[in-house]
Nanobody, 122 residues
Framework: HVQLVESGGGSVRAGESLRLTCAVSGSTAGAYNMGWFRQSPGKAREGVAVIDSHGTIAYRDSVKGRFTISKDNTKNILYLQMNNLSLEDTAMYYC?????????????????WGQGTQVTVS
């Protein structure tokens, strides 16, 4: 059973950076398609970035050029480097994992989720 634990959130000013981490236990991160989602109060959850088990990456348009997703399969950790943060990036950020890459697209949601880490930009 996969367990995901996020960390690295915090309160920053617009233009600053944060790096989120998601520690994977119970299985091997390399076998999973993984991604980051976020949700703000009153808004629907939205996908931010995904990296599949082959290393193919996709981002939502609003974070392209500012956010970078990466995965260290030897350490079983998923990262999200967030640069030039804006007020609109304020949200609870969640990492997710699924053996089926379609869980991040046509057939959401992914099977495994972390508890979330709050990012607040002011």
């Amino acid at each position: 059973h996969v367990q995901l634990v996020e960390s690295g959130g915090g309160s920053v000013r617009a233009g600053e950076s944060l790096r989120l981490t998601c520690a994977v236990s119970g299985s091997t991160a390399g076998a999973y398609n993984m991604g980051w989602f976020r949700q703000s109060p009153g808004k629907a959850r939205e996908g931010v970035a995904v990296i599949d088990s082959h290393g193919t990456i996709a981002y939502r348009d609003s974070v392209k050029g500012r956010f970078t997703i990466s995965k260290d399969n030897t350490k079983n950790i998923l990262y999200l480097q967030m640069n030039n943060l804006s007020l609109e990036d304020t949200a609870m950020y969640y990492c997710a994992a699924d053996l089926d890459v379609d869980a991040f697209g046509p057939r959401p949601p992914p099977a495994y989720w972390g508890q979330g880490t709050q990012v607040t930009v002011s």
